[in-house]
């Protein structure tokens, strides 16, 4: 069974928040109000996924491998 058809079935996700760690973002980005990356620790970035969406034209993971690759070349 898929996370997302267990966080649908058994938490009400219009009413409650959820912390979600997983790598399967493609899965779960269709729940998501929020992606926040971290490294080391430390939030390294943090966004409202219709934001990116809406004003970048692309989705949540494509978003976060954006700036692994922006990291990548500093």
Known sequence: ESLLKALIRFVDIEKSSIILSTHEVNE????????????????????NVETIRDEQGISAVSWMANLYRNEGKK
Do not use: F, P
């Open 28 to 47: 779960a980005e269709q729940i998501l109000d929020s992606v926040i990356l971290l490294k080391d620790g430390q939030i390294h970035a943090m966004e």
